[in-house]
């Protein structure tokens, strides 16, 4: 195998690990401005220099949550995830294709989770005789509720990125201080 330029290396795990904060501050923040309790958040570590993924630790946020805003939550990490891309990859400027790319490739099991409830909704509003197409109508609620409080995912991306311990009450202060929230 080819030495990887250490340059490179190091400009990937910088990207890698940006996203990844705002991944996860995007599953805190919407945890706790839907009033769940955020209990642990780290980023995991992954060592882009080699291929050997054994030594990798995913990044992980937990809560407590009700169960009606699972599905928000979910949604909020790739939403995260998304709105980053478009602000830092000059690729990248259609918002609705970032935010697939971040479903279709979230390690952590985002689009797997949220597919099984969209799966669960759909049968249940063709129960009801309301069936769901291919749209998903709450995401534009979701987004619009989400938009305000991205000052606080950076916010918080920011600590986990600089090395610090992130707990709920650093959320709630972050939360607060958002302009229009």
């Known amino acids: 195998m ?20 705002h991944h996860e501050a995007g599953h805190a923040v919407a ?8 209990i642990k958040i780290h980023l995991g570590y992954a060592d882009w220099s080699t291929l050997d993924t054994s030594g990798d630790l995913p ?39 970032a935010l697939e790319y971040a479903f279709d490739n979230a390690t952590d099991g985002d689009g797997a989770k949220y597919d099984g409830v969209v799966e669960q909704l759909k049968s249940f509003s063709a129960t009801v005789g309301v069936p769901l197409g291919w749209e998903r109508p709450w995401e534009y609620h979701w987004i619009n509720e989400l938009e305000p ?9 920011a600590m986990l990125i600089d090395g610090q311990t992130v707990v709920h009450d650093q959320v709630q202060a972050a939360i607060d201080r958002c302009p229009d929230n």
Do not use: M, Y
Not at 31 to 38: Q, Y
């Open 2 to 21: 080819t030495d990887l330029d250490p340059e490179l290396v190091a400009e990937v795990s910088c990207r890698a690990r940006s996203s990844t904060a």
């Open 149 to 157: 409080l991205w000052p606080a995912v950076c916010e918080i991306a």
């Open 31 to 38: 945890a706790v401005a839907r009033g769940g309790t955020l």
């Open 59 to 97: 990044a992980e946020t937990h809560h407590r949550s009700s169960k009606q805003n699972l599905p928000f939550v979910t949604f909020a990490g790739p939403w995260a995830t998304a709105k980053w891309t478009i602000q830092n990859d000059p690729g990248v400027d259609d918002f609705d294709d």
